[in-house]
C-alpha cells in the first residue's frame, strides 16, 4: 500500500513539474514576440506571407518600389551615378529669334524649359540698352554634349562651365536601406498575419506605419536622384548686343598692352559721344521748356528789381528838394 501510494504521489508530482515547464516555455515565447517590434528591423523574423493588404494611404506600389531594388544588397550594381551641369553664356545680335531656337533646340533633344527669366526694354530707355535672358534647361544626360555643341553653334560663347557630381555612395546607400525595410515590411505582415492579441497587432501596426514611411521616404529620394541623373541641368544666360565680344588673348608687350588701351579708349569715347547726344536730343524738349521757364523768371524778377530801385531813387530826391529850400 505504501509502495502504490509513493508511486502514486510521484506521478501527481512529475504531471505537476511538466504542466509548469511548459507553461513558462509559452510565456517566454509570447514575452519575446511581443518584444519585437520595437527592435531593429535584422531581428525580425517569420514567413514572407503577404496576407496583410495594404493601407489606401500607401501611394506607391510595390511593383515600383521593388524595381529599385535587386532582391540583396550583395548584388548591387557598381554603376556610376553622376548628376552633369552646364553654365553657357551666350550673345546674339537678334534676341527674339535666339529665345525661340533655345527653346526649340531644348525640345528637340528630349528636354524641356525648367525656368526662364526675360528683362526686356523700356521705351524710355536711351542709348544702347539691351535685353537678357536667364533659362534653366532639363535635358537628357545621354546627349548633353550634342546638345551643348548645337546650342553654342547658334550663339557667340562668352564662357562655358561644366561639373559633375558623384552620388553613388548616396544613391546605393539609400538604395540598401530600402531593401532592407521591405524585407522588414513584409516580416511585420507575416506576423501581423499570425497575430491573435490586440494590443500586440496594434504595436505591430505601429511599427509598419513607421516602416512604410521610411519606405516613403526612400523611394522619392532615389526617384530624385534618377531624375537628377538622367536630365542633366543647363544654365544658359543669354544677353543681347550690337556687336559680339571678341575672346582675345591678354596683351603680353608693352606696346600691344598701349595699342590695346588707345584703342579702348577711344572706341569708348566714341560710345560716349553718341550716348550724350542720344540723351541730349531725348531730353532737350524738357531743358527748352525749362530754359523758356527760367527766362521768363529772370525777367519779371529784373523787372521789380528795376521799379524798385525807381521808387527808391524817386523818393530820394523828394527829400532832398525841402532841405534845401530851408537852407535858403
Known sequence: MKKLTLKLLAAILASIALIYAVGCSSGMGKATDSAMPNTSHGGYSGSTSSGYEHTAEQTVSDDDRHSLVSGNSDNIDDTRKIIKTVRLDLETKEFDKAVGEITAVTAAAGGYVESSYITGKSLSDYGNVTRSATFVLRVPAAGLDAYVEALSGSFNVLSRQE?????????????????????????????????????????????????????????????????????????????????????????????????????????DFADGAQDFIVWFVYVFPTLLVIAVVIAIVVLIASGISRRRRRRKSGAGAATSEPDKSQDE
Not at 201 to 209: R, T
Open 163 to 267: 561639373s559633375a557630381e558623384d552620388i553613388t555612395d548616396s544613391y546605393y546607400d539609400s538604395k540598401a536601406r530600402l531593401d532592407s525595410l521591405l524585407v522588414q515590411e513584409e516580416r511585420l505582415l507575416s506576423m501581423l498575419e499570425g497575430a491573435d492579441d490586440l494590443e500586440y497587432m496594434l504595436k505591430l501596426e505601429d511599427k509598419l506605419s513607421e516602416v512604410r514611411y521610411q519606405i516613403e521616404s526612400l523611394y522619392s529620394t532615389l526617384q530624385r536622384y534618377d531624375k537628377a541623373v538622367e536630365m542633366a541641368t543647363v544654365n544658359v544666360s543669354l544677353r543681347e548686343v550690337v556687336e559680339y565680344q571678341r575672346i582675345t588673348e591678354p596683351p603680353k608687350t608693352f606696346g600691344e598692352r598701349l595699342h590695346q588701351s588707345f584703342t579702348e579708349s577711344w572706341a
